[in-house]
T-cell receptor, first 112, second 112 residues
Framework: AQSVTQLDSHVSVSEGTPVLLRCNYSSSYSPSLFWYVQHPNKGLQLLLK??????LVKGINGFEAEFKKSETSFHLTKPSAHMSDAAEYFCVSSGSARQLTFGSGTQLTVLP | NAGVTQTPKFQVLKTGQSMTLQCAQD?????MSWYRQDPGMGLRLIHY???????DQGEVPNGYNVSRSTTEDFPLRLLSAAPSQTSVYFC???????????FGPGTRLTVT
């Protein structure tokens, strides 16, 4: 069985400072991993995905994530936060059963 | 392309009533799925389909039915609504499980 743990339910940063949203996964093999963003009252939008190619994955809006198999982690980072980054972020794993497993989400607040 | 559309956007039901949440996609995706989103729990898979005529249960299927008669449509039926089904429901589609999931805007359901 696979599982996804987002280590922080809430993260607050000041505008212009770095963002780090942490995600650990558990799987019997290397899964496909995704980060999605959800703005208030909206559906989910894909930020980036890892599918066993390069371990450093670049996504939209300046976000990137690094797949570390030894640490079973897939943390999301951005060098400089913008007010428009305030949203909820979900780390997602895709395994062999054609099902996605979602983390519980991290709410990102960006302070002016 | 309209992408993934869901209707209605909001719905209030009384306990015991039945209803159908509609989902349609115009991207010719084989894989479609229904999720419910509850605070602090991420998204949980209700049912999914890997093609017309083929459906299967996800993590929380009880109280819901689905069918897939066409590639485009994947309705979710609540047989006898219960307050525990108060949630936000998202429909998603993709080429396959490991590809990007495209999400609809969601249906906010309240059962009183």
């Amino acid at each position: 069985a696979q599982s996804v743990t987002q280590l922080d339910s809430h993260v607050s940063v000041s505008e212009g400072t770095p963002v780090l949203l942490r995600c650990n996964y558990s799987s019997s093999y290397s899964p496909s991993l995704f980060w999605y963003v959800q703005h208030p009252n909206k559906g989910l939008q894909l930020l980036l995905k890892y599918t066993s190619a390069a371990t450093l994955v670049k996504g939209i809006n300046g976000f990137e994530a690094e797949f570390k198999k030894s640490e079973t982690s897939f943390h999301l980072t951005k060098p400089s936060a913008h007010m428009s980054d305030a949203a909820e972020y979900f780390c997602v794993s895709s395994g062999s059963a054609r099902q996605l497993t979602f983390g519980s989400g991290t709410q990102l607040t960006v302070l002016p | 392309n309209a992408g993934v559309t869901q209707t209605p956007k909001f719905q209030v039901l009384k306990t015991g009533q039945s209803m159908t949440l509609q989902c349609a996609q115009d991207m010719n995706h084989e894989y479609m799925s229904w999720y419910r989103q509850d605070p602090g729990m991420g998204l949980r898979l209700i049912h999914y389909s890997v093609g017309a005529g083929i459906t299967d249960q996800g993590e929380v299927p009880n109280g819901y039915n689905v069918s897939r008669s066409t590639t485009e449509d994947f309705p979710l039926r609540l047989l006898s609504a219960a307050p525990s089904q108060t949630s936000v429901y998202f429909c998603a589609s993709s080429r396959d499980r490991s590809y990007e999931q495209y999400f609809g805007p969601g249906t906010r359901l309240t059962v009183t």
